[in-house]
């Protein structure tokens, strides 16, 4: 069984003191590979440098829409010169977020749009973040869409409307241990019957969004625990295990440009 954990946060300070076992443990549950997400110039940088020193670790460049107000074009200039490092994979995570508004909403709608913008000229597929922008997201994607441009919604949790609308993008979809949580997670049990086997990817965000039952005796989530995920991914969709694991390897490769050879 392989298993690719699609988004985390490896360079997030709480694994400074262990990074290589939590690497090895990935290893050794089966998750071969991993994408570390970058949120602004400095995480993306640290996402390169991880990913330049481990072998099945990836990074994306961007700038989340939390840091939006500083996404300088200056910014976006450094971030471009970053990705031309061959295991960035991806731009992001960008997108919009009107929960927390650490930025205000005419910065994030700027700096989504500049992103898409750099994302295509370098042919990178986007990893995008939504939260409570209802619908202005997809508004934007849609005034702004080709159809050679590739893409992952991470940690989906919207409507069946949007997630309709995502799949008519050509969007695949990112799952996470919300799945696993026995409230929380069902409305997204309900829609994962709906999403085409070759559109979803897995991921952990770690460490944020501990699945079940590993958040039961652990507070940090990490790669390792992606098969969770996959596990209560292939209930819901009554399919086997080890053929549901090799689909979201390939479905993730296929999105991220990543050959064999890597």
Not at 15 to 21: A, G
Not at 56 to 67: C, L, Q, T, W
């Amino acid at each position: 069984m392989r298993l690719f954990d699609s988004h985390c946060h490896l360079d997030d300070r709480s694994y400074r003191r262990d990074l290589d076992e939590v690497i090895q443990r990935m290893k050794s549950w089966g998750c071969e590979a991993a994408m570390i997400a970058g949120v602004n110039a400095a995480s993306s940088e640290k996402a390169v440098h991880l990913a330049d020193r481990y072998d099945g670790i990836y990074a994306s460049v961007g700038v989340h829409p939390h840091d939006a107000k500083s996404c300088s074009e200056e910014t976006i200039l450094k971030l471009a010169k970053l990705s031309r490092h061959p295991k960035v994979k991806a731009w992001g995570e960008i997108g919009l977020d009107f929960n927390r508004m650490y930025s205000p909403k005419p910065d994030q709608e700027h700096g989504f749009a500049r992103q898409l913008d750099i994302a295509d000229s370098l042919d990178l597929p986007v990893i995008l973040h939504e939260r409570d922008s209802e619908g202005r997201l997809l508004e934007l994607l849609k005034s702004n869409w080709h159809p050679g441009r590739t893409g992952v919604v991470h940690c989906f949790s919207g409507t069946r409307k949007e997630l309709f609308q995502y799949l008519d993008l050509g969007i695949c979809i990112g799952i996470t241990g919300i799945l696993t949580i026995h409230k929380r997670g069902r409305h997204l049990r309900e829609l994962v019957p709906h999403i085409p086997i070759d559109r979803i990817l897995i991921e952990t965000d770690a460490p944020y969004l501990t699945p079940a039952p590993e958040k039961n005796h652990h507070r940090r989530n990490e790669p390792a625990f992606v098969k969770s995920v996959l596990f209560r991914l292939a209930e819901e969709l009554n399919e086997d295990q080890e053929r549901l694991s090799e689909q979201i390897w390939e479905n993730t490769c296929r999105l991220y440009g990543i050959s064999g050879s890597e």
